[in-house]
């Protein structure tokens, strides 16, 4: 009972990943029929089966031709003979396909390499091995061809579509490696003036600020600091000059006012010490 269901759910998972065939020329049928068989192979069907199979996964065009001449398609053999006799791709077409046949950007190495072996096989099912592993290098990218020739050439032996897949996928895995060797670490750039900032408490604002704005701001710092500079030899200036006055009118010294002079009398000008009148009669102020 349990290998009943496990061959049951084989079949079930296989004619599930068995995709349609429409008879669309980007469509190869003979994979098409390789995958009827395969699961053949797998689940030890008849052909009866493998027949009902095949017509299920018919579509579009194929479907449409199948139906009219279903007569003579009774059997899986019969209905593989004429699938490959109605949709199977002229030689020159083949040959066509097979010479313009390049790897694809984010194709992988098995999926290029399974296809040029069945367009060989299209073109000659008796093609020299040299012959394919010719086109195999022709069409596979371009990081990648050098390499496999230059190894390929290093050979002893005749080079074997076998040899050539293992040379290729050891390439392609050392330079995945050296790839993911040489990729720096991802860190995200500080910008300049966010350590100018963090050091000077200058406000974060100045990261958006553009150019010339930024520009003006540093004008505008060293001006002040040039002010700031000015006014401190102005005040030290004005600091000596506040120590130098005019001689004074009692005593005729330059260190102190005459309103200051030791000896001016309490009573009188300050103007000029006389005691006889005030200094709004002082004739020294007003002549």
Same mark, same amino acid.
């Given at each position: 009972m349990e290998a009943n269901s496990f061959v049951n759910l084989i079949q079930s998972t296989a004619l599930k990943e068995l995709p349609k065939f429409t008879g669309d020329p980007q469509q190869k049928v003979t994979q098409f029929i390789d995958g009827v068989e395969r699961i053949g192979i797998f689940t030890e069907l008849n052909e009866?089966?493998?027949?009902? $199979?095949? %017509?299920?996964?018919?579509?579009?065009?194929?479907?449409?031709?199948? /139906?009219?001449?279903?007569?003579?398609?009774?059997s899986w053999r019969e209905l593989k003979q004429h699938l490959?006799?109605?949709? +199977?791709? =002229?030689?020159?077409?083949? +040959?066509?396909q097979l010479k313009e046949r390049k790897q694809q950007a984010g194709e992988t190495l098995i999926a290029y390499y399974d296809d040029v072996i069945d367009l060989c096989k299209q073109v000659d099912n008796n093609m020299p091995l040299h012959m394919i592993v010719d086109y195999l290098q022709d069409g596979l990218r371009h990081e990648l061809k $050098?390499?496999?020739?230059? !190894?390929? +050439?290093?050979?002893? *032996?005749?080079p074997t579509p076998a040899i050539f897949l293992k040379i290729?996928? /050891?390439?392609?895995?050392?330079?995945?490696e050296?790839?993911?060797? &040489? &990729?720096?670490? $991802?860190?995200?750039? !500080?910008?300049?003036?966010?350590?100018?900032?963090?050091? %000077?408490?200058?406000?974060?604002?100045?990261? *958006? %600020?553009?150019?010339h704005s930024l520009q003006s701001r540093s004008t505008h710092i060293v001006d002040r600091n040039v002010l700031s500079k000015k006014s401190r030899v102005n005040r030290s200036h004005q600091s000596v000059q506040r120590n130098q006055y005019y001689p004074c009118l009692i005593c005729h010294r330059s260190n102190h006012r005459t309103i200051d002079?030791? =000896?001016? +009398?309490p009573n009188g000008c300050y103007k000029c010490g006389d005691d006889n009148h005030h200094v709004r009669n002082c004739p020294q102020v007003f002549p």
């Open positions: 009866s089966l493998l027949h009902s $199979i095949a %017509t299920i996964k018919l579509g579009g065009a194929a479907f449409n031709w199948y /139906d009219n001449n279903k007569e003579t398609l009774r490959l006799e109605r949709f +199977k791709p =002229s030689l020159s077409t083949a +040959k066509t $050098i390499h496999v020739k230059r !190894q390929l +050439k290093a050979l002893n *032996d005749e290729a996928r /050891d390439e392609e895995e050392l330079q995945h050296i790839s993911s060797e &040489q &990729q720096p670490s $991802i860190t995200p750039p !500080q910008p300049y003036f966010a350590r100018f900032t963090a050091a %000077t408490g200058t406000s974060l604002h100045t990261l *958006d %600020t553009p150019h002079c030791y =000896s001016r +009398k």
